[in-house]
T-cell receptor, first 113, second 116 residues
Framework: LAKTTQPISMDSYEGQEVNITCSHNNIATNDYITWYQQFPSQGPRFIIQ???TKVTNEVASLFIPADRKSSTLSLPRVSLSDTAVYYCLVGDSLRGGADGLTFGKGTHLIIQP | GAGVSQTPSNKVTEKGKYVELRCDPI?????LYWYRQSLGQGPEFLIY????????DSGLPNDRFFAVRPEGSVSTLKIQRTERGDSAVYLC??????????????FGPGTRLTVL
């Protein structure tokens, strides 16, 4: 059973706010939600992480409802350079091993002029 | 500071040959991870080191794959008797493995392996 489900692809335009939602119905009590971004021919890059409510950094915001069965990555005022694949992961790598390291296929976000 | 580096960036080999892929993690990072990424797929976990020991190798597909990290820093992923299905980008990541950086990994650019 997949730990997370995300849309395969999304389109938007420069200057718009983009919200990518990830479903994780079986999230465990101690799991964290982590998002990565990957450009072609590069390794993934950590964007943001949260446990509950809202987290904001200089790049994005992460909204997590009280039941934690989903989360939404929000990218404000996107530009062409935000075109990339975005991955949602749940787990806790501090438990050791492969926990929290399942990437799935991600969401391919395409930003148009 | 320097990020995670991987060598070579590209490796072309023939079916049945042996290859070694190298990863230099960020200095001081105790955790090191290897992933494999095929076209159109997300990274697939292979093995995780905590210090010198392989803490979890459950992602290695079979016994042709092996990885070492003898001094707790540089790691080498070794593939014996390569097959065409081994062609992929092999990614390495490191992490300081602390509660302040939970789930935050720093990835290298990857090694593109092509088996002819």
């Amino acid at each position: 059973l997949a730990k997370t489900t995300q849309p395969i692809s999304m389109d938007s335009y420069e200057g718009q706010e983009v919200n990518i939602t990830c479903s994780h119905n079986n999230i465990a009590t101690n799991d964290y939600i982590t998002w990565y971004q990957q450009f072609p021919s590069q390794g993934p890059r950590f964007i943001i992480q949260g446990y509950k409510t809202k987290v904001t950094n200089e790049v994005a915001s992460l909204f997590i409802p009280a039941d934690r069965k989903s989360s939404t990555l929000s990218l404000p005022r996107v530009s062409l350079s935000d075109t990339a694949v975005y991955y949602c992961l749940v787990g806790d790598s501090l438990r050791g091993g492969a926990d929290g390291l399942t990437f799935g296929k991600g969401t391919h976000l395409i930003i148009q002029p | 500071g320097a990020g995670v580096s991987q060598t070579p960036s590209n490796k072309v080999t023939e079916k049945g040959k042996y290859v070694e892929l190298r990863c230099d993690p960020i200095s001081g990072h105790t955790a090191l991870y290897w992933y494999r990424q095929s076209l159109g797929q997300g990274p697939e976990f292979l093995i995780y080191f905590q210090g010198t020991g392989a803490a979890d190798d459950s992602g290695l597909p079979n016994d042709r794959f092996f990885a070492v990290r003898p001094e707790g820093s540089v790691s080498t992923l070794k593939i014996q008797r390569t097959e065409r299905g081994d062609s992929a980008v092999y990614l390495c990541a490191s992490s300081p493995w602390s509660s302040g950086s939970r789930n935050e990994q720093f990835f290298g650019p990857g090694t593109r392996l092509t088996v002819l």
